[in-house]
Every structure is written in C-alpha cells, then in structure tokens.
C-alpha cells in the first residue's frame, strides 16, 4: 500500500475515535443528570408511598374513634332502656339502639375496608423500599463504569493526540492541508473505503479506470464526486477508518 495512502487511513482512524471519543465525554453530565433523576423518582416514589401509608394510618384512627364513639353512645341507650317508664319512651330507645347499632356495623365495615387498604399501602411501602435500594445500588454501579469510562477515554485521548501528531508530521504538508480541507467540509470524514464500484460515504459509483487504480492501492485517488481519499480494504484485511471508535 502507497506509503502516504496509509498515513492517510490511519489519521482518519485517529480523528474518528477522537471525535466519538470527545462526544461520548461530553455526554457524561446528561448520562450523571439522567441517573440522578432515576433516583430522585424512586425517592419521591417511597415518599409518596409513605404519605399514603400515614393517610391511611390517620384515617384508620379517625374510623377507630367514630365506632368507639358510637359504641359508647350504644352502651348507654342499652343502659337507658332499663330505666325507661312508659311503652312509648321504650319504642323510641328501641329505635335509638336500632339507629347505633346499624351506625355500628357501618363503621365496623368501614374499618375493615382501611386495615386491608392499609395493608395495601404498607405493602407498597415496602416494595418502594427495595426499588430504592435496588436503583441506589445500580446507579452508584453506572456512575462508576461512566467515570472509569470517561478517565479511560480521557487517557486513550492523550495518545491518540500524540499518534496524531506523529502521522500527521510525516505526510506531505498539501497532502495533509487536503485532508484538513476535505474533513471539515464532510463532518470530519475525509477517507472512504471504495467497494463494489462505489465510494461508500457518498455512494457515486467511480469510473473504471479509477476504481481499478484503487484497488491497488498503490496511489492516493480521490472521489470525483465528494473528493474524499479513497483505498480499498480487502476481505481478508480490511481498514476500517472508524475502527477503534468508542460507541
């Protein structure tokens, strides 16, 4: 393979990790943000269980003293029936008694209602519990790998800067200036792999002639339609230009 053709693959292969690189490190804080947000969900998720619990909890108690209330109404109509006189004021204690009684079993259904509901809520509690904990130790697992995975990048950066600069030194300074050109005017991609006749960034398919010089690789050759540096890659060798790109 042509000596500069090479440099040329390599230094495209160095911008393209360099650039998926720095955009992946640039995403640390919105991928920190989004686990953050996880965990205030899960936190206002037990909040909001809890509140439903005591609500619960405060209305079982309001239940409790309704029925002691009317109970202890009940107890002294029964009380009261004993010293009544006539017919007529034993009918209307009758009916008093009949009144509380049926109060009664009403609150007595009603309090059954909440302790089940509560033991729903209290249920709901639990599993909000574990949820939390679940995601506290998950998140803290993620923000570890993102941050060992930003300093690794950070460090494969530094390299790949020093690498670049080597490359770059050893091209002829127009051959390079072409490069930098062509790169900035095709979002960072300046060499392509040509195959079955066509250059696959902008898939123009190349004349003949053209196509068979690339395929010896011997000589830089550039796309007529997007001007990038074209090489072939075979089967058995291939050259990608986006190798070792971080995803």
Do not use: W
Not at 1 to 27: G, K, Y
Not at 142 to 151: P, V
Not at 176 to 203: D, F, K, N, P
């Amino acid at each position: 393979m042509d000596a500069d053709l090479e440099r040329l693959i390599r230094l495209q292969q160095i911008d393209t990790f360099t650039e998926a690189a720095r955009r992946r490190i640039a995403e640390q804080p919105t991928l920190i943000a989004g686990l953050d947000s996880r965990l205030e969900a899960a936190e206002a998720g037990l909040a909001a269980a809890k509140q439903g619990a005591e609500q619960g909890q405060a209305a079982r108690r309001t239940l409790e003293k309704d029925l002691a209330a009317v109970q202890s109404r009940l107890t002294k109509y029964k009380d009261q029936l004993m010293e009544v006189k006539t017919n007529k004021e034993y009918q209307a204690m009758q009916k008093e008694i009949e009144v509380a009684q049926k109060e009664v079993g009403r609150l007595e259904d009603r309090l059954l209602e909440q302790l089940l509901a509560n033991d729903e809520l209290g249920a709901g509690v639990k599993a909000a519990e574990v949820r939390l904990d679940e995601d506290k130790k998950s998140v803290a697992a993620e923000r570890a790998r993102l941050e060992q995975e930003a300093a690794a990048l950070e460090e494969e950066l530094q390299r790949k800067t020093a690498a670049r600069q080597e490359v770059a030194g050893q091209l002829p300074p127009d051959l390079l200036a072409s490069y930098e050109t062509i790169a900035r005017g095709r979002r960072g991609q300046a060499v392509a792999e040509a195959r079955g006749g066509l250059c696959t960034a902008c898939h123009v398919r190349l004349r003949p002639q053209i196509y068979n010089e690339i395929l010896a690789n011997n000589a830089i050759r550039q796309c007529g339609s997007c001007q990038r540096f074209l090489y072939f890659a075979p089967s058995d060798a291939p050259a990608d230009p986006e190798a070792g790109a971080p995803r």
